[in-house]
């Protein structure tokens, strides 16, 4: 039974215990209605309290019902009841309060939280809004701006600052239990205080107004933040069981909704991609001592991200001038996140006095658990280093490198242990980005595969699966539809425009501001090394050679395919210029593309390739890849990943502009196997997702 009632002295006890996260599921529901019958029938029970077993109070709705056709009791009207029970109920809240979890305790009758608690609604995450009362009773509580700010930004509120607002009415010190039945007994005999009853709170339409121009920046293509504001808005002004049917009818019409299918695919994939058959069951290895080799900005980067999540780091660099510049890269990172309030000052000082070194010299390394090396990307020193590794790390040590793209087979057999070595391609910012490449290289033992994911967890970050190729998932997806980009600049395309078109669709940055960002050098480089492989056919972007030739290396030389002055990037008038005269030299006769066709063809060309890295194994499953898209190249959340948002256009249709592409270019459009093979059997990417909750 998920929820039991019993009585202590004259305190009824509810308590919910369904691992992992106490969600709301229909069991607890119908768990929870029964106890408040059972409460309110109750005569030896002057009032009661809520509380949760486990790890937290209830996290939320049940997010795997969702999709499914909703089964009673609603939980609004399980609030409803409990709201409207004539003796007090309290709710005692510890761990995460989320979603449809506050929205419980919002229909008790006051409210204690573990001083740890933190407390909100991010429905918004999810493409919804909150759906049992919380548009409604949360302003009540602490008013109109406060409440929209929360479930718009879906951020987690800290006890204190609750307490502060009035959203509880008090922190437990010491037990939990113990001081919301103190607090029962405080409020029993007196009448309940239900939150419906409060005044709604006045509505002030600038501040709205103000809050909808941010959230079209911030939320740009969403649709439940808006929503949210307009259930607020229109419910607030009419009384609360006709605002509660505003709310309702907005919840269910975004239930409904397609970016609600993505948000909450997204929320599954991510959790998915850690459970992988091949480290079920198998232990990590120990994590405590990491060492990591160059101080440059990767290395320096993953040596922070591990340094905040509490290991010992050992960083070495090749002279006392590098060890050095190393440490001021470090500090300086530390710094930025004392700054951000990421991390407590005293904190950082013990992290530089103690937990962090560095050395040149290898033997430094004798006690790592893990070395991860971060230098330059050259398959020669990367031997080199693993050849030195192999004779200095104890046995058990687990050897990674982060290359971006290098063979870590070849890699591995530079030592004598290469069931030791993998691939962790962090991805830059190291100390901020969430995703982590885990490369798994062909004898690499199950348990260092169960390492890397483990150590991901302890970074927060997200750990996906790939095989070993150049690019493995999210570059050698990102270097397909980069071509299919190109090849539309070189036949007439803006790259202004076609950045505009990929920005509207909901991509954080268009390729050419990317390529500004990281560096034209970079993909100069990359076209080099892969020029010697180059099929007659491929087309070549000369254009990005001309602009690298004239040393526009982008944001780094204040000039790329934008000019970087003081304020935003500005498009460059001699750009035009350069394309229409690369574009003579090639005989091509310059087209214009619309803002749908950049879309297609960027999408069907990220779509094919896609499928591709799941066909050969690279990445394991649809889901893999859209977790790769959405967590190191921005894209969309709200579409879902990639392989999600091939399944809602339908798989023909992307055969079908790929078709269409390749009766002009039959050589870069070929429709992967793998989706022609679905299509022909009505199935979807997402039937390869098979056993997850996705
Ligand atoms: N429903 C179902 N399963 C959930 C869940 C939920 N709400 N939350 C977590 N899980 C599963 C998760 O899939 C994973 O499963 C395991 O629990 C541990 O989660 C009406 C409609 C609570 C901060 O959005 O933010 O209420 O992979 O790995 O890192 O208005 O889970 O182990 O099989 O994330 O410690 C609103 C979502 C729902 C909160 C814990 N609530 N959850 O993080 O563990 S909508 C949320 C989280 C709603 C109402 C509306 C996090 C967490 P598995 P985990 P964690």
Redesign the pocket.
């Known amino acids: 039974m998920p929820v039991t009632y019993a009585r202590q002295g004259r305190i009824g006890v509810i308590t919910i215990d369904n691992p ?2 106490n ?3 229909q069991a607890v529901r119908a768990g929870l209605l029964q106890a408040a019958d059972a409460f309110a029938a109750d005569d030896q029970a002057d009032a009661a309290v809520i509380l949760c077993a486990g ?2 109070w209830v ?8 999709g499914k056709p909703p089964a009673e009791p609603f ?2 009207a399980l609030i409803d009841r409990i709201e409207a029970l004539d003796k007090p109920v309290v709710a005692a809240l510890h ?2 309060a ?6 419980l305790a919002l229909g008790a009758h006051a409210r204690i939280a573990a001083p740890a608690t933190r407390m909100g ?3 918004v ?2 493409g ?7 548009t409604q009773r949360l302003p009540r509580l602490i008013g109109t701006q406060a409440a929209l700010e929360a479930i718009t930004s ?1 951020r ?1 509120i800290p006890a204190p600052e609750a307490l502060e607002a009035g959203l509880i009415d008090r922190i437990a010190e010491g037990d939990l239990t113990q001081a919301a039945l103190d607090l029962a007994h405080d409020v029993a005999g007196q009448p309940p205080r239900r939150t419906r009853d409060l005044p709604a709170p006045a509505v002030d339409p600038a501040q709205l107004q103000a809050l909808t121009e941010r959230l079209a920046r911030s939320a740009r293509g969403q649709i439940a933040q808006a929503t949210a504001v307009d259930a607020v808005r229109e419910g607030l002004a009419l009384p609360f069981a006709q605002g509660m049917a505003v709310e309702r009818a907005a ?1 269910r019409a975004l ?1 409904d909704s397609p970016q609600r299918a993505a948000l909450i695919h997204a ?2 994939a ?3 991609v ?2 992988l058959p091949e480290i079920q069951g198998v232990d990590p290895r120990p994590l405590d001592r990491v060492g990591v080799i160059g101080g440059g900005t990767m290395g320096a980067g993953i040596a922070v991200a591990a340094l905040l999540a509490g290991l010992d780091v050992t960083l070495i660099e090749r002279d006392p001038d590098g060890a050095q510049k190393a440490t001021a890269t470090v500090a300086g990172l530390l710094d930025g996140a004392v700054t951000r309030g990421k991390l407590p000052a005293a904190r950082r000082d013990t992290i530089l006095s103690g937990a962090f070194r560095t050395d040149t010299d290898y033997a430094a390394l004798r006690e790592a658990d893990l070395i991860i090396e971060a230098v330059f990307e050259a398959m020669e020193v990367k031997e080199q280093v693993f050849a030195a590794l192999d004779r200095v790390a104890k046995p058990g040590a687990v050897l990674a490198t982060n290359t971006s793209y290098l063979d870590v087979n070849r890699i591995a057999e530079a030592t004598g242990r290469p069931g030791d070595v993998i691939g962790l391609h962090f991805f830059s910012p190291a100390h901020v980005m969430r995703l982590l490449e885990v490369v798994v290289a062909d004898r690499t033992a199950p348990d260092v595969t169960a390492t890397a994911f483990a150590l991901a967890r302890r970074l927060k970050k997200i750990a996906v699966r790939a095989g070993v190729c150049d690019g493995f998932i999210g570059n050698r997806i990102l270097s397909h539809y980069r071509a299919a980009v190109d090849a539309m600049v070189l036949d007439g395309a803006s790259p202004y425009q076609v950045d505009r078109a990929l920005t509207k669709f909901g991509f954080a940055m268009g390729p050419y501001a990317v390529s500004d960002l990281a560096g034209l050098d970079i993909g100069y480089m990359t076209r080099q090394r892969k020029a010697a492989e180059r099929h007659p056919r491929d087309r070549v972007p000369v254009f990005a050679d001309r602009l690298h030739e004239m040393g526009r290396l982008g944001r780094k030389s204040g000039r790329g395919y934008y000019l970087y002055g003081n304020g935003a990037p500005q498009e460059d008038p001699e750009l035009a210029p350069l394309l229409d005269r690369v574009r003579a030299d090639l005989g091509l006769t310059p087209r214009s593309f619309t803002d749908e066709e950049i879309v297609a063809r960027t999408m069907a060309a990220m779509v094919n390739e896609a499928a591709r890295t799941v066909a050969d194994g690279t990445a394991l499953r649809p889901l893999d890849v859209d977790v790769v898209m959405l967590n190191g190249y921005g894209f969309p959340r709200f579409r879902g990943g990639p392989m999600h948002w091939a399944d809602a256009q339908g798989l023909p249709a992307i055969l079908a502009d790929i078709d269409r592409f390749s009766a002009e270019d039959d050589h870069f459009w070929q429709a992967a196997p793998l989706l022609r093979d679905l299509a022909a059997q009505g199935r979807s990417l997402a039937d390869l997702n098979e056993g997850t ?1 996705s």
């Open positions: 992992p996260v969600a709301l599921s790890r937290t996290a939320g709705a049940d997010i795997s019902e969702f939980l609004p761990g995460t989320l979603g449809g979890g506050l929205e609604l991010p429905e995450t999810l919804l809004i909150p759906g049992a009362g919380g879906a987690q919840f239930m929320f599954f991510e959790r998915a850690a459970h909750k």
